[in-house]
């Protein structure tokens, strides 16, 4: 069991608002998308789950192994604790450590520390690049071996729940779809429950079980299945130039 | 011979002097100008207690690293909450260190006065004699093997620990530290903390090496500085090279061409090293601070 559910928040910086009265739920096991071109929340959503911005109302909430946390007003590092985990946007490595180093900070909470054998393990078994890299500066690598380390080093803190803040970008179009491919194996693996803002819908679509459509800091329309989204006229109009 | 142990026993001091501020302006980004104040103020605490209660001095430094470390964390709180917070460090900081060494300074002057004060202990006078003229001065050779442990250690430290990785992550990216459950605000004050704490150990070791007076600091300024970005940022074992480099030239162009030339040569090869590679000895490929 591990939920999130967001309720009515607004948000922003300093005097501008971004964020109006935004709803959206992510159920236990599910892959929601939340698409949207640059510019219209997405990450500021994600950054308001994580506690690095705090929202001026509305409520943010978790459910883990039956446990309901409200997240609003906890410090990032308290929600991390907590099992929810985010690959950020620009991916923010530290640039000057090796992929491994990079890699055993994700595994900084008490928790991930005991199993961080078993878990770089399995970040090695699954992107084999890495392990190939892993004495190699994080800042040397290439955009798409940069990802898999956002990615992979997001996955070393043991997290229930995983906020992907737009993988796509600066990749080339074969590694955004292999990135996106890695991201719904990973979910299954490891049973997570996954929110991934995305401007691609083309490739985000693939592995949406439901999705949402922000736009200008609101929730346009709410896709109850892929296809719906698919279908959907807002989409096409804004997506697919139709 | 002789000219080159020196060196290297010299070398290993200046390594004890400059680790500490290699953790502080090479991690951390605070750029401690009163790192040597601080050490002076550790040599008069081992100073008082030697010629109080004839306590060996390196013995003193240790019990006094935890309150160098508190002083340490104390001092970050204010830097941060003043400055760093807002991003105003860059001038503001640089000026609050100033102020700090000024304080250490003429706090001790008014309690010592300018006299130099020099500690006792049996093993100062001691030395090694060996054949083709090298003499193991234990006044040097003490600070030396004390100074490697410390430096020795602090690298271990910083490479293998998850402490000491985040240490070396905290100034890169603050915010993605957060996201790994780890809060940089504290990394920082305690890093900072460790940083005095070695003040206080270097600080008996400089006054085995030599007498003190309370503004004698200042004239490592430039010295410490030099051995961390010859050494390269961030890298305590380039912090170790670099200090090595420095204490083997000064103390070969004093043999051979007389004191007067060695500050001049030392500065000739920092200036050197960078040309041709900006990021110091060991300094990380990509780091765009050096």
Redesign the interface.
């Known amino acids: 069991m591990s939920k999130l559910t967001i309720n009515n928040i607004s948000a922003g910086y300093g005097s501008v608002q971004v964020l109006h009265d935004v709803t959206l739920d992510v159920q236990t096991g599910e892959t929601v998308v939340l698409l949207g071109t640059n510019g219209n929340g997405k990450s500021t959503l994600l950054k308001s789950v994580?506690g690095?911005i705090t929202p001026s109302s509305g409520a943010v909430e978790i459910e883990v192994d039956g446990q309901i946390t409200n997240l609003i007003g906890k410090?990032?590092?308290?929600i991390?604790?907590l099992g929810v985990?985010?690959v950020?946007e620009g991916r923010?490595?530290?640039?000057?450590?090796t992929v491994e180093?990079n890699l055993?900070?994700?595994a900084?909470?008490e928790a991930a520390?005991r199993k961080i054998a078993e878990t770089l393990d399995f970040c090695f078994t699954t992107f084999p690049r890495l392990k190939e890299r892993r004495k190699q500066?994080a800042?040397?690598l290439s955009g798409g071996e940069q990802q898999m380390v956002a990615v992979a080093?997001?996955l070393m803190?043991e997290p229930r729940i995983l906020l992907v803040d737009e993988p796509s970008v600066g990749l080339a179009p074969i590694l955004v779809s292999q990135m996106i491919a890695k991201i719904k194996e990973l979910k299954e693996l490891k049973n997570l429950t996954v929110l991934m803002a995305e401007q691609n819908f083309n490739q985000a679509i693939k592995i949406a079980d439901r999705g949402y459509v922000i736009v200008h800091g609101h929730i346009e329309f709410e896709g109850k299945s892929a296809s719906d989204l698919e279908n959907n006229d807002m989409i096409k109009q804004y997506y697919l130039g139709a | 011979m002789n000219a080159l142990v020196t060196g290297i026993l010299l070398g290993g001091f200046y390594a004890a002097l400059a680790i500490g501020l290699s953790i502080a302006f090479g991690l951390l980004d605070i750029v401690n100008i009163a790192h040597p104040a601080f050490i002076i103020l550790g040599a008069f605490v081992a100073f008082i207690f030697n010629s109080q209660f004839g306590l060996d001095p390196i013995l003193v430094s240790v019990i006094f690293a935890p309150v160098f470390f508190l002083i340490g964390v104390l001092i970050y709180k204010v830097y941060y909450a003043s400055f760093e917070k807002t991003g105003a460090e860059a001038l503001r900081g640089l000026a609050f260190f100033f102020g700090v060494m000024f304080i250490i300074e003429v706090l001790l002057i008014i309690y010592f006065g300018v006299d130099f004060q020099m500690v006792q202990a049996d093993y100062i006078d001691f030395k090694l004699t060996f054949g083709g003229g090298v003499d193991l001065p234990f006044r040097m050779l003490v600070p030396f093997v004390i100074a490697m442990i410390m430096t020795l250690g602090l690298q271990y430290f910083s490479s293998k620990t998850f402490f000491g990785k985040a240490m070396q992550a905290v100034a890169q990216d603050p915010v993605a530290l957060r996201l790994m459950a780890i809060d940089p605000a504290r990394i920082k004050r305690i890093a900072f903390g460790i940083s005095l704490a070695t003040c206080s150990i270097a600080g008996a070791l400089f006054v085995i090496v030599m007498p003190i007076e309370p503004s004698i600091g200042r004239l490592y300024i430039g010295i410490v500085f030099a051995i961390v970005v010859l050494g390269g940022l961030g890298s305590q074992t380039g912090t170790l090279i670099g200090a090595m480099l420095l204490g083997l030239v000064e103390s070969l162009i004093t043999t051979f061409f007389g004191p007067s030339w060695s500050p001049a040569v030392a500065f000739g090869a920092l200036i050197l090293v960078l040309a041709f590679k900006p990021t110091g000895i060991l300094g990380r490929v990509g780091d765009t601070r050096g």
Do not use: I
């Open positions: 994580m690095l410090g990032t590092e308290e991390v604790e985990s985010m950020p923010r490595l530290f640039p000057l450590l180093e055993t900070l994700g900084y909470r520390r500066q800042g040397s080093r997001a803190s």
